[in-house]
């Protein structure tokens, strides 16, 4: 950091400090001496406690005393200094939401998600060189949640709008993995057929080949964000997001993939001027997919995102877009062009913080292929949940906090019609689960080591589409 820069810091900070209610500073003071024999000073701010929510109805105001004072209690305590927090917040007290989560940044100095809320409260308090401050920091953490990497960029923009209206971001992905069944093939050798001559479906005995396969990969993901800030009091911007993802198999080469995608649109923000915690992007979108090199399948089209917040601790969002799907016919896949036809999905998500360094988000999401043969048309829904945590590292051994994250969903599938080649008469309806369980290490230069597990359980009615996959990745990550 500059001289400049940290001088601009510091001095943004004592005007910020000046402006802030005279509690606030007691109870940066009842910090620094909890441990004084006489204990006047936190009696005394026990004593305020009362007089701070005079002006609230008394269910808040009796909550608002309650949070404070269990914070006091124990001011090393992060969880009672996040629960101040959140009430803090609500009813309009943000300098003294700012000091408790400074406090725990004392106490945990490594949460970006509490960088992140110092950055929003900062914001709305007209300091924006700590806004920037904080929300930067978040920015080289490695291991944050793309939603929180996603907000941190508003925030940042927002906050550097006065000197810059362009900011760009990313990550980068690079490792190796094994799966047990690279390929998805069939647990079994002995599929379902149709025989045209008999008139009826019979089995049939797979090449081993042709069955599930373990094999390596390695594996090259990336993602890249600019951002434009418009000329707007609530901080609307346009957002060209670029996003790809690369896999090569050591033997298994036909399943080796490429994807490529851009979508662009203005995210436009509503509500207070100093806090607007609701947004809306309509985007349009570009995707093109290459199996084992060759071009596969073009999509395009466009959609909406909308996107609430709610206080310091509840991020909700969904989605709504339409694609048109153009499949390719390839020496390995001779009628992939069945499947070209319109593409229809939506999901909602929400994300909850539920204890300072612990999050956990749930979804649902819903999608409809309409494609030129209905046996490859199909609908689609399911859930899925991520529990994240972040906890200092073990022994010291390393600078920053871990972060470990389990993830999983459950997805049914259902066709509209039998597949010719396999049973006509009996459409394929599969029940997929999937379960991740990854461990970020962070490592120098905003890189982490990153370990993976997998589990993948594809439950068809169908013999030729039923398989599962154990699998465990190894790489490092690197966010800009």
């Not at 002006?55 to 808040?60: D, F, Q, R, S, T």
């Not at 797979?206 to 069955?211: C, F, N, S």
Request: charged share 20%; hydrophobic share 35%; aromatic share 10%.
């Amino acid at each position: 950091m500059s001289g400049a820069t940290r001088a601009a810091i510091n001095r943004a900070r004592r005007e910020s400090d000046d402006r802030r209610p005279r509690w606030t500073a007691r109870l940066r003071a009842a910090a620094r001496w909890r441990a004084f024999p006489q204990g006047a000073l936190c009696l005394a701010l026990l004593a305020l406690a009362p007089a701070l929510a005079h002006a609230l109805p008394e269910g808040e105001a009796r909550a608002y005393r309650e949070r404070f004072d269990a914070m006091l209690a124990d001011l090393d305590d992060p969880q009672a200094s996040f629960e101040f927090v959140k009430i803090a917040v609500r009813t309009g007290d943000l300098r003294g939401a700012v000091a408790a989560l400074e406090r725990i940044l004392k106490i945990q100095p490594d949460l970006s998600n509490i960088k992140l809320e110092l950055g929003l409260l900062y914001l709305r308090l007209g300091s924006p060189q700590l806004a920037a401050h904080y929300t930067g920091q978040v920015l080289q953490d490695p291991t944050v949640p793309d939603w929180v990497r996603t907000r941190a960029k508003v925030l940042l923009a927002q906050a550097q709008q006065a000197t810059s209206r362009h900011f760009i971001s990313g990550t980068l992905y690079g490792g190796g993995r094994y799966d047990s069944n690279a390929n998805a093939g069939p647990d079994s050798r002995f599929v379902r057929v149709f025989d045209p001559i008999a008139g009826s479906t019979t089995t049939a005995q797979l090449r081993p080949e042709d069955t599930g396969q373990s094999d390596y990969s390695a594996e090259l993901s990336g993602s890249l964000s600019y951002v434009y800030a418009l000329d707007s009091q609530v901080g609307n911007q346009v957002e060209v997001d670029v996003v790809t993802y690369n896999r090569r198999y050591l033997h298994e080469s036909r399943v080796n993939v490429s994807t490529l995608g851009v979508d662009v649109g203005p995210r436009l923000y509503f509500g207070p001027i100093n806090n607007p915690d609701f947004s809306v992007k309509p985007f349009l979108s570009a995707s093109q997919l290459w199996l084992d090199s060759d071009a596969y399948r073009t999509s395009l089209g466009g959609g909406v995102n909308l996107r609430k917040t709610v206080g310091l601790n509840v991020l909700t969002q969904a989605s709504f877009a339409a694609y048109d799907q153009d499949y390719s016919d390839t020496t390995r896949q001779s009628a992939a062009d069945d499947r070209s036809g319109p593409f229809y999905v939506a999901s909602g998500k929400v994300s909850y913080l539920f204890l300072s360094s612990t999050r956990l988000s749930f979804g649902l999401d819903a999608a409809s292929r309409d494609a030129n043969e209905d046996y490859d048309a199909y609908d689609e829904w399911g859930g899925r949940f991520t529990l994240t945590h972040n906890f200092a590292s073990p022994y010291g051994m390393t600078a920053g906090r871990w972060s470990v994250s389990l993830t999983g969903s459950v997805h049914r599938t259902e066709y509209d019609e039998g597949d010719p080649v396999i049973d006509p008469q009996e459409a394929r309806e599969d029940t997929r689960y999937n379960a991740n369980l990854s461990l970020s290490i962070p490592l120098r230069h905003a890189a982490s080591l990153v370990v993976s597990g997998i589990y993948t359980d594809n439950q068809s009615n169908l013999e030729n589409f039923d398989y599962d996959n154990w699998g465990a990745g190894l790489g490092i990550s690197w966010s800009m």
